[in-house]
């Protein structure tokens, strides 16, 4: 199989990748819940001392779960558990609260950097998916 991309975007809501029930590909293999994530194209990296590859980047426009699996596609979704009030916290046994999230902070970068290529925030019909 080639690589799995996002091959229609039928709402707001939902991506649909090429890959499904009947794909034959032993590391590609699709099960309702996996997660993948949406990536941009991948970015070279260089070790500044040597020169030498040490591989490629891709970064993360968005992490998804398989909701629905067709044969030869399957439907991601992003799935979001709403936060529970403090007094309904208290009825709720402590491993079934919501859990924290983190929050990514702007770091104080050099600027002229160039980061090719760019990195973009949304999805797009072509774009890469990674299992993670």
């Excluded at 009947?22 to 293999?29: A, L």
């Excluded at 500044?48 to 490629?56: A, M, R, V």
């Excluded at 009030?85 to 491993?95: K, R």
Aim: contains cysteine.
């Amino acid at each position: 199989m080639s690589e799995i991309k996002v091959i229609a975007i039928p709402d707001d809501t939902r991506i649909i990748v090429n890959i499904g029930s009947e794909t034959n590909d032993e590391d590609k293999y699709v099960t309702e819940g996996k997660e993948i994530a949406v990536v941009c194209d991948g970015i070279d990296i260089v070790d500044p001392d040597t020169q030498k590859s040490l591989g490629s980047y891709y970064p993360i426009i968005e992490k998804l779960k398989i909701t629905e699996i067709y044969d030869n596609f399957s439907v991601a979704r992003k799935i979001v558990k709403k936060k529970t009030t403090p007094f309904a916290a208290a009825n709720i046994p402590p491993m079934f609260r919501e859990k924290e999230y983190s929050e990514f902070k702007h770091l104080n970068i050099d600027n002229s950097i160039s980061l090719h290529p760019p990195y973009k925030n949304y999805i797009s019909i072509g774009d890469k998916v990674r299992f993670i």
